[in-house]
């Protein structure tokens, strides 16, 4: 088993998309502590990617910010070929973006409708798309989903639905790339602090959900990471197609 603090990652280099805040700058931080040259993405926030960067420098590797919307297909294909340009290759890349919209599917409208499938769906799909293009043999990709696809609570079905459509392209990609060694997988948190999560709920829905875990809490983005962690490592060669649902028994 991989030990914390053990640069297993050295000479792998790692996409981190949508990697300047919350669950995605986790998941940085954790491939950078293990040795991994690390490019995260970022749309709007450039501020907060800098900051990240240099959280990210101080475990001594190589770390980038590059501006790229991973809703835009353009954006994605140039992302990842810059990378192989300056790197010379992709051996890791994690997809963190999405949207959460809490709505009842009657009140839904066709603007919010795309824009849910816009950055939960397509940009997933982009990532992994230019990941089976350009991912090293026995490379990892993981994405992000949620638990709700697994269980209902409350007005999520848009962004559940989105997010199912997700977990279905992991399982065709592992099929697909399988005989590369390269491994997909998605990891299913449960609520999670961020300002992706509060930006959808209140203090009475966040407490409410708290109610559900055995721990009395909703998740923190370092719950998740080394979840993530453990499925780019050499260790998880085995797990591909699956979806982990890490939620602390909340459902």
């Known amino acids: 088993m991989t030990q914390a603090g053990e640069r297993d990652l050295g000479g792998k280099v790692a996409i981190v998309v949508g990697g300047s805040r919350n669950q995605g700058a986790a998941c940085a931080e954790v491939l950078a502590a293990r040795g991994a040259t690390v490019v995260i993405s970022y749309a709007n926030d450039r501020a ?37 340009e300056r790197h010379g290759r ?34 997933a799909f982009y990532s992994l798309r230019a990941a089976a293009r350009t991912l090293s043999d026995n490379g990892r990709y993981v994405v992000l989903s949620t638990t709700l696809t697994s269980v209902m609570t409350g007005p999520y ?12 392209l992991v399982l065709a990609a592992a099929k697909e790339l399988g005989p590369r060694g390269i491994t997909v997988n998605a990891v299913a948190p449960g609520p999670v602090d961020t300002s992706f999560y509060r930006a959808a709920e209140t203090p009475e829905s966040m407490a409410a959900a708290a109610l559900h875990s055995p721990r009395g809490r909703i998740g923190q983005p370092g719950d998740i990471a080394p979840v993530v962690g453990w499925l780019v490592g050499e260790e998880a060669g085995w797990v591909s197609g699956q979806t982990v649902r890490a939620n602390g028994a909340m459902f």
């Open 90 to 123: 992709v051996d890791i890349v994690v997809h963190t973006p999405g949207m959460v919209l809490k709505k009842p599917l009657a009140e839904v409208t066709d603007e919010e409708f795309d824009r849910v499938i816009d950055l939960n769906t397509r940009s």
């Open 48 to 84: 907060a990617a800098e900051q990240t960067v240099e959280a990210l420098l101080k475990h001594g590797v190589a770390a980038e910010a590059v501006h790229s919307d991973a809703a835009v297909s353009a954006d994605v294909t140039a992302l990842f070929e810059g990378v192989v």
């Open 157 to 168: 079905g848009l962004y559940s639905g989105s997010k199912a459509a997700v977990e279905r």
